[in-house]
Nanobody, 123 residues
Framework: QVQLVESGGGLVQAGGSLRLSCAAS????MGWFRQAPGKERMFVAG?????????YGDSSVKGRFTISRDKAENTVYLQMNSLKPEDTAVYYC???????????????????WGQGTQVTVSS
């Protein structure tokens, strides 16, 4: 059973930064997704097991969000800078059991999910 424990969400003003953490019980391909009220869950970023390849979703997060991992700690991070009110959502980390070179973007390719952490950006 894969366990994922998220932390780091909160309330921040527009232009601020937050870092989300996701501690896993092993080394997996990992992804971050977000879901805003009334909207579908969307891929934000992914990273392969070795930490050598990352992938980002919507162009709106490129250059502002950075995914990384600490292989020794089996922890994946999402550094979010220059936050905007439209970044407000529940953020989920996810683990894929299939060890792919390129992190998948589809939510159904991930097998385990964290509990979610709320990120609220005020204007």
């Amino acid at each position: 059973q894969v366990q994922l424990v998220e932390s780091g969400g909160g309330l921040v003003q527009a232009g601020g930064s937050l870092r989300l953490s996701c501690a896993a019980s092993g080394r997996y391909v990992m992804g971050w997704f977000r879901q805003a009220p009334g909207k579908e869950r969307m891929f934000v970023a992914g990273i392969n097991g070795g930490g050598t390849l990352t992938k980002y979703g919507d162009s709106s997060v490129k250059g502002r969000f950075t995914i990384s991992r600490d292989k020794a700690e089996n922890t994946v991070y999402l550094q979010m800078n220059s936050l905007k009110p439209e970044d407000t959502a529940v953020y989920y980390c996810a683990a894929a059991l299939r060890d792919t070179w390129v992190p998948p973007v589809a939510s159904d390719e991930y097998d385990y999910w964290g509990q979610g952490t709320q990120v609220t950006v005020s204007s």
